[in-house]
């Protein structure tokens, strides 16, 4: 990442890294001068409650900022990848997720009626499971199991040509 950034002259301020891993390691899949998008920000705190947005924008207008820390307790967001592609037509378990000790959120953020597209086709998520606690560790097992909890219901779609709606009475 350090050398993505500095080949955009990124010395100061928010970046945005999206990287995927796999059996090679880590792929640099996007890098910006800017702050983490929508949601998933939401599960990061600073100072006495203040939020990402605030930081960057105390950082901005030359505030002092290097005695802001971040939270101590372990912070997790996962982004609920589509697992295949279809009409989301329901999606069961939230409540059980969000009864699982550490879970502080689920949100579904997908339409229902509407197609999913999976990556890497795809740019968008199902929503997103939000976490705290005291350890990294404990933080991502506690997603993982609510995670496991949901269930979608996701149909494949049946392509309809134009010449056979055409061809149906009116």
């Given amino acids: 990442m350090t050398i993505a950034a500095a080949s955009l002259e990124l010395r100061e301020g928010p970046v945005h ?26 599960i990061l705190e600073f100072g006495a409650g203040m939020c ?3 930081l960057i924008l105390r950082q901005a207008i030359g ?12 912070s997790a967001v996962m982004m609920i990848p589509i697992p295949a592609a279809g009409m ?12 699982v000790p550490l879970i502080t959120g689920v949100e579904i953020t997908a339409k229902l009626r509407h197609v999913l597209v999976p990556l890497p086709e795809g740019t968008s998520y199902l929503g997103f499971i939000f976490a705290r606690g005291n350890s990294p560790v404990e ?6 199991r609510a995670y496991a909890l949901l269930k979608f219901d996701i149909r494949r779609e049946i392509p309809v040509l134009k ?8």
């Fill in 63 to 74: 505030e002092e900022i290097t005695s802001i820390e971040r939270e101590e307790r372990a």
């Fill in 88 to 99: 989301l037509r329901a999606v069961d378990g939230v409540e059980e997720a969000l009864a």
């Fill in 163 to 170: 010449s056979m709606v055409a061809a149906l009475p009116r």
């Fill in 17 to 42: 890294a999206e990287l995927r891993v796999n059996e090679h390691g880590p792929w640099m899949l996007e890098i910006a001068g800017r702050s983490i998008g929508g949601l998933c920000s939401t």
């Fill in 139 to 144: 933080v991502e097992a506690a997603i993982r």
């Fill in 52 to 54: 990402l947005e605030e």
